[in-house]
T-cell receptor, first 115, second 112 residues
Framework: GAVVSQHPSWVICKSGTSVKIECRSLDFQATTMFWYRQFPKQSLMLMATSNEGSKATYEQGVEKDKFLINHASLTLSTLTVTSAHPEDSSFYIC???????????FGPGTRLLVL | QKEVEQDPGPLSVPEGAIVSLNCTYSNSAFQYFMWYRQYSRKGPELLMYTYSSGNKEDGRFTAQVDKSSKYISLFIRDSQPSDSATYLCAMRASAGTYKYIFGTGTRLKVLA
């Protein structure tokens, strides 16, 4: 149990376009979902925490208007990178926590390359 | 000072060796301690989860928490080449927050 999926796994886009990444909990209801960013050979940097049906809480230094997070249901959260630029190129990973689960379970990640 | 310190490695060991991975932390409020394994270009996979001090064993993996020293360890017995990955420690305080603080990760290479 505790499977989290992400789609797409890979995306290449032109500078200025918007990209949406989906995160789904497949076999449990995720009351809380987290979005992370990871640069090569570095650890995970928490971007925001989202609870189903409420606004996301962003970490200091993360632009809310650039990284739009929607947690519309107990199994789906989306991250939209608006007007992407090359410096947004990174590995984006989501995780999910269910009511009966003390730990976070991670998705496989989405690699974004902005040209 | 970072809240969680972890030696980035890389750590190279021969196949069959016992591997010791460690993290230190400064926040005495941390109560939950996790170890994740991350293969290149993949999401982290939960290996071990412990609450408060003590030991926990699961197959070839043993997690130890020493809260008095603010020190946690992950031991891997009979290491295999397939264990080659980055190992991340993570921890959080008790009720009220599920926000994790991660170590930087230790890169492990098990040589055949």
């Amino acid at each position: 149990g505790a499977v989290v999926s992400q789609h797409p796994s890979w995306v290449i886009c032109k500078s200025g376009t918007s990209v949406k990444i989906e995160c789904r909990s497949l076999d449990f209801q995720a009351t809380t979902m987290f979005w992370y960013r990871q640069f090569p050979k570095q650890s995970l940097m928490l971007m925001a925490t989202s609870n189903e049906g409420s606004k996301a809480t962003y970490e200091q230094g993360v632009e809310k208007d650039k990284f739009l997070i929607n947690h519309a249901s107990l199994t789906l959260s989306t991250l939209t990178v608006t007007s992407a630029h090359p410096e947004d190129s990174s590995f984006y990973i989501c995780s999910a926590r269910g009511q009966a689960k003390e730990t976070q379970y991670f998705g496989p990640g989405t690699r974004l390359l902005v040209l | 000072q970072k809240e969680v310190e972890q030696d980035p490695g890389p750590l190279s060991v021969p196949e069959g060796a016992i591997v010791s991975l460690n993290c230190t932390y400064s926040n005495s409020a941390f109560q939950y301690f996790m170890w994740y394994r991350q293969y290149s270009r993949k999401g982290p996979e939960l290996l071990m989860y412990t609450y408060s001090s003590g030991n926990k064993e699961d197959g070839r993996f043993t997690a130890q928490v020493d809260k008095s020293s603010k020190y946690i360890s992950l031991f891997i017995r009979d290491s295999q080449p397939s264990d080659s990955a980055t190992y991340l420690c993570a921890m959080r305080a008790s009720a009220g927050t599920y926000k994790y603080i991660f170590g930087t990760g230790t890169r492990l290479k098990v040589l055949a």
